[in-house]
């Protein structure tokens, strides 16, 4: 079974600081990691998966199989970028698109 | 331009009383998805319908039940509400099984009194 662990329940930085959302998981076989975000009073959103490999609204985040973690990055945070954040995991090939989500980190950038 | 509705946005219900929670999609998407969610908690999958294909968790309770009557819309069934079942309840869709994105609507919560 996978697991999908975000250590913080919130996290709260200061606009142009650093931000980094941490995500572990665990599974057996070859997973596609997510990171969903839903900001305020919308749906939850695809936000970037690592099998695409993009820069979304800034962020970045790398698949590191060896720590098994999947951190979502920006330098450079800004005040829009406050949100609740997902992590999540989907087995690669899998028939049914199965996602297991982590349980969330809220962001709070400060002005 | 909605992509996944969901009706009603609040629900509120009385312990035991039977109540349907409903989605529909403009996207035309073969996968609808229902999940639940508890305050504070992560989105845990119930089941999902791959055309009309159902696919239930090993995990999701009895006294939940799904229905697809047609590619545009999915309904969830509680047959009898326990207060323990009071959460956010998000549909989703993804275009088909090879496809990895998932759309979610905006929610319903429920309420049970």
């Known amino acids: 079974a996978q697991r999908v662990t975000q250590p913080e329940k919130l996290l709260s930085v200061f606009k142009g600081a650093p931000v980094e959302l941490k995500c572990n998981y665990s599974?057996?076989?070859?997973?596609?990691l997510f990171w969903y975000v839903q900001y305020s009073r919308q749906r939850l959103q695809l936000l970037l998966r690592?099998?695409s490999r993009e820069s979304i609204k800034g962020f970045t985040a790398d698949l590191n199989k060896g720590e098994t973690s999947f951190h979502l990055k920006k330098p450079f945070a800004q005040e829009e970028d406050s949100a609740m954040y997902y992590c999540a995991l989907s087995p690669l090939n899998n028939a049914g698109n199965m996602l297991t989500f982590g349980g969330g980190t809220r962001l709070m950038v400060k002005p | 331009d909605a992509m996944v509705i969901q009706n009603p946005r609040y629900q509120v219900t009385q312990f035991g009383k039977p109540v349907t929670l409903s989605c529909s999609q403009t996207l035309n998407h073969n996968v609808m998805y229902w999940y639940q969610q508890k305050s504070s908690q992560a989105p845990k999958l119930l089941f999902h319908?791959?055309?009309?294909?159902?696919?239930n968790e090993a995990d999701t309770p009895d006294n939940f039940q799904s229905r697809r009557p047609n590619t545009s819309f999915c309904f969830l069934d509680i047959r009898s509400p326990g207060l323990g079942d009071a959460a956010m309840y998000l549909c989703a869709t993804s275009r088909s099984r090879g496809s990895y994105e998932q759309y979610f609507g905006p929610g319903t919560r429920l309420t049970v009194t």
């Open positions: 319908y791959y055309d009309k294909d159902f696919n």
């Open positions: 690592h099998i």
């Open positions: 599974y057996s076989g070859s997973p596609e």
